[in-house]
T-cell receptor
Framework: EDQVTQSPEALRLQEGESSSLNCSYT??????LFWYRQDPGKGPEFLFT?????EEKEKERLKATLTKKESFLHITAPKPEDSATYLC??????????WGAGTKLIIKP | NAGVTQTPKFQVLKTGQSMTLQCAQD?????MSWYRQDPGMGLRLIHY???????DQGEVPNGYNVSRSTTEDFPLRLLSAAPSQTSVYFC?????????????FGPGTRLTVL
């Protein structure tokens, strides 16, 4: 069965404490893996697209990596404004997206 | 650009009532879609459209209808609301030629069915 699992469900960090969020997937015919950020009461906001194992993308304090089974979103020296829910989605061979349930990240000052 | 706009922001319906959730985008995007988001679950695709006059079903289409008469607008109709349709609904759009496949989401409509 095709599925996307994100872990942990929630993560509390101190400001400046680096960590990683995980997105593991079992999908036939991967056509891309996507990371989005969602603030409370708002729609998701695009962060990254990864297409092949070994690919990496960076944006400010965020870095996304991809292997054949999972993706990591590394956050380096996070700030309180990085607090949000981070969503992972995988494009299936039929070109539709399968979304994970998200990781809620809380950064304490 | 206003991006993707959705109305209303909040709505309460009684079981059996019908309503239309509005979605519009001003970016001339070909692809538009509707998702629902429920606690503890990933976004689930309801319906999508690859251009004016073309629509197709997603993962959870039952109880919903869509139409795409223009590039800009993609309304979602609830035919006879049920409590199981209580959810947050998001409309999204993207350009089909964009290699990043970035989707732009609206602010959402929070629907409660009593």
């Amino acid at each position: 069965e095709d599925q996307v699992t994100q872990s942990p469900e929630a993560l509390r960090l101190q400001e400046g404490e680096s960590s990683s969020l995980n997105c593991s997937y079992t999908v036939s015919g991967l056509r891309g893996l996507f990371w989005y950020r969602q603030d409370p009461g708002k729609g998701p906001e695009f962060l990254f697209t990864l297409y092949s194992a070994g690919e990496e993308k960076e944006k400010e304090r965020l870095k996304a990596t991809l292997t054949k089974k999972e993706s990591f979103l590394h956050i380096t020296a996070p700030k309180p404004e990085d607090s949000a829910t981070y969503l992972c989605a995988v494009r299936h061979s039929n070109y539709q997206l399968i979304w994970g349930a998200g990781t809620k990240l809380i950064i304490k000052p | 650009n206003a991006g993707v706009t959705q109305t209303p922001k909040f709505q309460v319906l009684k079981t059996g009532q019908s309503m239309t959730l509005q979605c519009a985008q001003d970016m001339n995007h070909e692809y538009m879609s509707w998702y629902r988001q429920d606690p503890g679950m990933g976004l689930r695709l309801i319906h999508y459209s690859v251009g004016a006059g073309i629509t197709d079903q997603g993962e959870v289409p039952n109880g919903y209808n869509v139409s795409r008469s223009t590039t800009e607008d993609f309304p979602l109709r609830l035919l006879s609301a049920a409590p199981s349709q209580t959810s947050v609904y998001f409309c999204a759009s993207r350009r089909t030629t964009d290699s990043s496949n970035e989707q732009f989401f609206g602010p959402g409509t929070r629907l409660t069915v009593l």
